[in-house]
Structure formats: structure tokens, C-alpha cells
């Protein structure tokens, strides 16, 4: 079994590259720093740290274990928390993260009192789901329902979406478009794994095929910056624009007789204690069916 602390000091090592440096971010005793690295080489039977006047630096083997090494402290810290309950750390999509989940969050501490600390990690709905199966992430709120064994998995909310057009498209003062319309234009997509193809392919069936995608940029604030520089259109959530719709700075039109909107989902370890801190949070977003 590898031991923490010997990990501990030999990432710390590694990372500053002096033993004087390493013992002072630790605040333990440089002759301990030494005695931890030569424990862990001696249990792993390799050389980690090569030492010099210069300074120190990582081995061939010391570079392998580093990932391992900081994974392993990440998880060690992340049981300690759930242990105690004392974080909650939740993981979305950034655009569930920059439109919807910090109103959430206030919601749910203001009405259950937790004064526990709380962390937000964003990334791509499919990263979401790993890190959520792995545990490095306490709960998930995501754009698509993720399956997995051991995890649940409920209905959040539905998110209003809109076709985003640049303020001086030949169609911009209009209400709506038309699907043929709609085919016409040449999208901007924005954060892979997002859901918004398959809520399109619910919505136009066969002629989901005839989307044409010019480019990804990879987030809303990048989509909606290419469409404002007039390089195409896209559908993206009602709440990400608001403001610059508002401004005058993107137009916003509907498809006739389609209703744009994408299902939010909450994703966590099943059969958790009803009074467990993740459980009690699950309940108040798969209560709360508002805006923002």
C-alpha cells in the first residue's frame, strides 16, 4: 500500500523541485522530506527524485508515478470531505454553470442552513459523467441523462432554447422562422457532449440530417461571439442571451410550431441516507422549476 504521506512529499518534491522548498510548503522538516522520498523509492524499488546541487527533478520513473501520485492525494481528500461532510462539490456543464446552478445553490442554502463548503467543477457533460461515476464529484447536473450502475438519475428542469441571429440578418426583427428557414442557415456549434443534437433530432426527425454545422467554437460566450462577428447562427439556451438580446446585440427568433427546449437532468450515487448533504441538495434543484 503506498502511503499518503510519503506521496505527499515526494508530489510536493517533485512540483518545487528543492527539498528546502518542498519541507516549507509541507512545514514539516527538510530531513523529513528526505526520509519520505527514500521510503517510497525503497518501497517501489526505483529511483524517483535525481538529486544535484542545481536542485532536484524527477526520474523517468518519478514523471510515470506524478499523475498517479496527485490522483491518489485528490481522492484521499475527496473521502475525507464526504466523510465528514463537510464540502459538497457539484459538476455541470458550463452552461449550467455560468446560467443556471449558483441561483440553485443560494436557493438551497438559504432554505437548509448547510454551512459546509461547497465547490463547482465545470466541464463537458460526458467528463461530467466520469468523474461523477469515479466519485470526484458529489453530484451532477447535466444536459442529457447519463446510465450508469449505481447511479441515479432525475429530471431537473426544461430550459427554454432560441435560434440566435446576428443583428442585422435580413430576418432578425422577425418573431420566428421557418424550419426551412431554419435548414438554410449555417450554424455555430458551441460545447461538445451538450445534448443539443439529439434535441434536435427529436425535434426535426429525418431533417435533422439537412443541419448544416459551419464550425464549433466550443462554449456559448464563443458562439455567441461568432455569431455576433456575422459567421453564422445557432440555437442556444434562452437564458444564456437574454442580455445581449436585450442590448441589441444578437437577435433572437423562434421555429414555427417547434418548441425549443432541452431537459436538464440530476445525476448521483443512488441510495444515499435521506439526510446525507448530496441527497438533501438533489431534492431542492428536483424541486425547483424556476428560472435561473
Not at 117 to 145: F, H
Not at 280 to 291: H, K, N, V
Amino acid at each position: 500500500m503506498l502511503n499518503l504521506s510519503l506521496l505527499r512529499s515526494f508530489v510536493s518534491l517533485a512540483e518545487t523541485g528543492s527539498f528546502q522548498d518542498a519541507a516549507a510548503r509541507l512545514q514539516i522538516a527538510q530531513p523529513t522530506i528526505s526520509q519520505h522520498i527514500k521510503k517510497l523509492e525503497q518501497d517501489l524499488g526505483v529511483v524517483l527524485i535525481e538529486r544535484s546541487h542545481a536542485g532536484s527533478r524527477s526520474t523517468r520513473h518519478g514523471e510515470r508515478l506524478l499523475p498517479y501520485a496527485r490522483s491518489l492525494l485528490r481522492t484521499a481528500e475527496r473521502a475525507a470531505a464526504v466523510a465528514q461532510e463537510s464540502a459538497l462539490v457539484i459538476g455541470c456543464s458550463g452552461n449550467i454553470a455560468g446560467y443556471f446552478i449558483s441561483r440553485a445553490i443560494k436557493r438551497f442554502l438559504e432554505a437548509d442552513g448547510w454551512t459546509g463548503g461547497w465547490e463547482v467543477k465545470t466541464a463537458p457533460n460526458p467528463q461530467i459523467a466520469e468523474m461523477l461515476k469515479s466519485r470526484e464529484i458529489d453530484l451532477a447536473a447535466m444536459e442529457w441523462p447519463m446510465d450508469a450502475p449505481g447511479i441515479a438519475v432525475e429530471t431537473w428542469r426544461d430550459a427554454r432554447m432560441t435560434v440566435i441571429l446576428p443583428p442585422d440578418h435580413l430576418w432578425a426583427a422577425r418573431a420566428a422562422i421557418t424550419v426551412d428557414d431554419f435548414l438554410s442557415l449555417r450554424l455555430i456549434g458551441g460545447e461538445s457532449g451538450s445534448g443539443t443534437g439529439t434535441v434536435l433530432r427529436g425535434l426535426l426527425g429525418d431533417r435533422s440530417a439537412d443541419v448544416t454545422i459551419a464550425a464549433n467554437v466550443g462554449s456559448t460566450e464563443a458562439v455567441k461571439s461568432a455569431v455576433k462577428a456575422g459567421l453564422g447562427a445557432s440555437i442556444v439556451l434562452e437564458q444564456a442571451v437574454a442580455d445581449d438580446v436585450a442590448a441589441g446585440r444578437l437577435a433572437s427568433v423562434a421555429l414555427e410550431a417547434v418548441p425549443l427546449a432541452k431537459t436538464f437532468y440530476i445525476a448521483r450515487p443512488a441510495n444515499l441516507p435521506e439526510d446525507d448533504v448530496t441527497a438533501r441538495f438533489a431534492r431542492s434543484l428536483a424541486g425547483d422549476r424556476s428560472d435561473g
